[in-house]
């Protein structure tokens, strides 16, 4: 007796018709959501995506972020400051400070706007929705980056929603023993050529003391150590030489990162000063150095889009499209991490 052999359905493809609503519109099946997702419902972007393939590549705190899942609003985490350790048969009760660090996890949201008689059908529908989610993953990365990184201002939730590396490391915090701008430094972008005047102002020097402030301390890892950079540095760090004559900066080949002093480079246009986040930050360029796993990026949700076509009581007929992302920020402590200012005249 032959086997009987199941039978074989048909996944739906991307803008075919599921069924219809109450109200007779159509529920379409969209790309990169389950099949029974309806296109006026939160649709989750899947990680293997362009849209988020394109965040990961443009945002350099989604890159090096450590991650922390938060299933709430807030989530506090043990702040990491080292344990004592003895030797012997008796045990010594540690004497740091187990205080915490609390993640606020803020929505970060954009819309937009159609006109239907663009969208003739559901797979314009779809089209339409990848092209504006890539101009997203742009304006996200680069905002995400700005908010984390320089915006200038105390946190409020709204125009400022993290209190960014560059706030912290310019900011006394008796929990950790850091004194406002210890970790910080300007460099005046005409001072290249090592030796400058006075001494210990050149580019060369400036980065070399950045560095050593990281790595003299307790929270300096070979293996964690990150260069995240303003895409204005470039021109400054290949004209950067030591002494000797030899370039600190280099251009990374084959897929490997650009380096500096053998740390590798993330470049990033959000890392600029800014009073507010903005997608596009017109301020001066940053330098960030340090250890990633004290750089503390929270996860509430994962990036999602939101379809809804017009009603009968709206008085235009246009679709509206949302995308936003839950996420938090902070820095675990201010000693792992220092940052440069490039102040141009």
Same mark, same amino acid.
């Given at each position: 007796?032959?086997?009987?052999?199941?039978?074989v359905?048909a996944?739906?493809?991307?803008?075919?018709?599921?069924?219809y609503?109450?109200?007779?519109?159509?529920?379409?099946?969209?790309?990169?959501?389950?099949? #029974?997702?309806?296109?006026?419902?939160w649709?989750?972007?899947?990680? =293997?995506?362009?849209?988020?393939?394109?965040?990961?590549?443009?945002?350099?705190?989604?890159?090096?972020?450590?991650?922390?899942?938060?299933?709430?609003?807030?989530k506090?985490?043990?702040r990491?400051?080292?344990?004592?350790v003895?030797?012997g048969?008796?045990?010594?009760?540690?004497t740091?400070?187990?205080?915490?660090?609390?993640?606020?996890a803020?929505?970060l949201?954009a819309?937009?706007?159609v006109?239907?008689?663009?969208l003739?059908?559901?797979?314009?529908?779809?089209d339409?929705?990848r092209i504006?989610?890539?101009?997203?993953?742009?304006?996200?990365? =680069?905002?995400?980056?700005?908010?984390?990184?320089?915006?200038?201002?105390?946190?409020?939730?709204?125009t400022?929603?993290?209190?960014?590396?560059?706030?912290?490391l310019?900011?006394?915090?008796?929990?950790?023993?850091?004194?406002?701008?210890?970790?910080?430094?300007?460099?005046?972008d005409?001072?290249?050529a090592?030796?400058?005047?006075p001494l210990?102002?050149?580019l060369?020097?400036?980065?070399s003391?950045?560095?050593?402030?990281?790595?003299?301390g307790q929270?300096w890892?070979?293996?964690?150590q990150?260069?995240?950079?303003?895409?204005?540095?470039?021109d400054?760090?290949?004209?950067? #030489?030591d002494a000797?004559?030899?370039?600190?900066?280099?251009?990374?080949?084959?897929?490997?990162p650009d380096?500096l002093?053998?740390?590798p480079?993330?470049?990033?246009?959000?890392?600029k000063?800014?009073?507010?986040?903005?997608?596009?930050?017109?301020?001066?360029?940053?330098?960030l150095?340090?250890?990633?796993s004290?750089l503390?990026?929270g996860e509430?949700?994962?990036?999602?889009?939101?379809?809804?076509?017009?009603?009968?009581?709206?008085?235009?007929d246009?679709?509206?499209?949302?995308?936003?992302?839950?996420?938090?920020?902070q820095l675990a402590?201010?000693?792992?991490?220092?940052i440069v200012?490039?102040?141009t005249?």
């Amino acid at each position: 007796m032959r086997p009987t052999r199941a039978p074989v359905f048909a996944l739906p493809e991307p803008g075919s018709i599921l069924g219809y609503r109450k109200d007779g519109r159509p529920i379409y099946h969209i790309a990169g959501a389950a099949s #029974t997702d309806i296109i006026d419902s939160w649709i989750p972007i899947e990680w =293997d995506s362009d849209v988020i393939q394109r965040i990961q590549r443009e945002s350099a705190i989604e890159q090096l972020g450590y991650r922390v899942p938060m299933k709430s609003a807030t989530k506090r985490i043990l702040r990491s400051a080292g344990l004592t350790v003895t030797a012997g048969t008796t045990y010594t009760d540690d004497t740091s400070t187990n205080d915490y660090i609390t993640l606020t996890a803020r929505r970060l949201i954009a819309k937009f706007t159609v006109d239907e008689d663009d969208l003739s059908d559901a797979a314009t529908v779809v089209d339409t929705i990848r092209i504006k989610g890539m101009d997203w993953a742009i304006s996200y990365a =680069d905002s995400f980056d700005n908010a984390c990184i320089g915006v200038s201002a105390a946190e409020n939730g709204s125009t400022v929603p993290f209190t960014s590396a560059y706030k912290s490391l310019r900011t006394t915090d008796s929990a950790t023993s850091y004194t406002a701008d210890d970790n910080y430094l300007t460099w005046d972008d005409d001072l290249i050529a090592i030796p400058a005047t006075p001494l210990g102002t050149s580019l060369y020097e400036k980065l070399s003391t950045a560095f050593k402030k990281v790595e003299t301390g307790q929270f300096w890892s070979m293996a964690d150590q990150f260069v995240i950079a303003a895409p204005g540095w470039r021109d400054a760090l290949r004209l950067c #030489t030591d002494a000797q004559g030899r370039p600190i900066f280099m251009q990374g080949t084959s897929g490997t990162p650009d380096t500096l002093f053998n740390a590798p480079i993330t470049w990033s246009r959000g890392a600029k000063v800014s009073a507010t986040m903005l997608g596009a930050p017109g301020g001066n360029d940053l330098l960030l150095f340090g250890n990633k796993s004290y750089l503390k990026k929270g996860e509430r949700s994962q990036p999602e889009s939101l379809v809804d076509q017009a009603r009968a009581q709206d008085n235009t007929d246009d679709t509206a499209v949302k995308f936003r992302v839950r996420r938090g920020f902070q820095l675990a402590h201010q000693k792992a991490f220092s940052i440069v200012e490039r102040i141009t005249d």
